[in-house]
Nanobody, 122 residues
């Protein structure tokens, strides 16, 4: 069983910064990719950023240039540094990961965290 736990959400003023964290725990062999998604009330879940094993990084168009994703492989943790925050960034931010499990190393499974709320308001 694998768990992803997000932290770091909160209330911040427009133009401010927050750093989100997502820690993976459980029985797994490796993490192939870690991602951040977000979902605002009444809207679809939106891709934010992705860090793939091997160094490839991708960002959604709405956050490119303002957000930075990074990984600490020793801690099985992914971070999302959010700068120049805007009110439209307000959303529940979810961690997502593709992992190779110890119990079945031939299969890559996808997991979701429960989310952390980011509110950008003056």
């Amino acid at each position: 069983q694998v768990q992803l736990v997000e932290s770091g959400g909160g209330l911040v003023q427009p133009g401010g910064s927050l750093r989100l964290s997502c820690a993976a725990s459980g029985s797994f062999f490796s993490i192939n990719a870690m991602r951040w998604y977000r979902q605002a009330p009444g809207k679809e879940r939106e891709f934010v950023a992705e860090a793939i094993s091997g160094g490839d990084i991708n960002y959604g168009d709405s956050v490119k240039g303002r957000f930075t994703i990074s990984r600490d492989n020793a801690k099985n943790t992914v971070y999302l540094q959010m700068n120049s925050l805007k009110p439209e960034d307000t959303a529940n931010y979810y961690c997502n990961a593709n992992l190779v499990l110890l119990s079945n190393m031939g299969v890559v499974r996808n997991y979701w965290g429960k989310g952390t709320l980011v509110t950008v308001s003056s």
